[in-house]
Every structure is written in structure tokens, then in C-alpha cells.
Nanobody
Framework: QVQLVESGGGLVQAGGSLRLSCAAS????????LAWYRQAPGKQRELVAS???????NYADSVKGRFTISRDNAKNTFYLQMNSLKPEDTAVYYC???????????WGQGTQVTVSS
């Protein structure tokens, strides 16, 4: 079982930047896919970015060219660098993983990102 804690959210102006962190503990050897999701008020949770053990990444069309997902295996931590932020990026951001058995971890409380216009 892997426990995940998000941090790094805050209030920024449009055009600004933030870096979100996801700290993992527990059975971290089992992590195969690392991912960031977000959920805006009244909206369904959506996949923002993911990275696989071998390094392959994928991004939602709405964030391509602005967001970058990365990892630090030694620290069992992964990140979401968010640049050129827009008001529509405002949401609670969550991290999660898929383990070696194809199981998704439990959802945490997330970290709030608010972008003012």
C-alpha cells in the first residue's frame, strides 16, 4: 500500500507558476504509473498528466506546453511544474499511482490551486 501527500498549491495571478509535489511512502517499489488529476467545482475529476516507470509522459490537451510532470525516484516524490497558469486551471489537484498489479491508490485531500484573472 502506498500513501500519498500533495503539497505546493496556492493563489497566483494568471501567467504565474507553481510547482506541486507528491510525496509517497509505504510500498513505493510497486509504483508503475504516477499521475496528477484535478477537479474544478461542479466538474468531474480529470487526468492532467502521467509518467510511466520508463519515463514516457502524457498530458491533457488543455495543459500541453505549459505543465511538466517529473519524478525523483530516490526521494519517492513526483512533481507537476505549472507555468503560464490560466484561471481555468483553478481546481483541487490530486496525485495518484497505479501499482504493479494494476491497482489505483486511495484519493487524498489534494492541494488547492487558485488562479486569479
Amino acid at each position: 500500500q502506498v500513501q500519498l501527500v500533495e503539497s505546493g498549491g496556492g493563489l497566483v495571478q494568471a501567467g504565474g507558476s507553481l510547482r506541486l509535489s507528491c510525496a509517497a511512502s509505504g510500498s513505493t517499489f510497486s509504483m508503475r504509473v504516477l499521475a496528477w488529476y484535478r477537479q474544478a467545482p461542479g466538474k468531474q475529476r480529470e487526468l492532467v498528466a502521467s509518467i510511466i516507470s520508463g519515463g514516457s509522459t502524457n498530458y491533457a490537451d488543455s495543459v500541453k506546453g505549459r505543465f511538466t510532470i517529473s519524478r525523483d525516484n530516490a526521494k519517492n516524490t513526483f512533481y507537476l511544474q505549472m507555468n503560464s497558469l490560466k484561471p481555468e486551471d483553478t481546481a483541487v489537484y490530486y496525485c495518484n499511482i497505479v501499482d504493479a498489479y494494476g491497482r489505483i491508490g486511495s484519493w487524498g485531500q489534494g492541494t488547492q490551486v487558485t488562479v486569479s484573472s
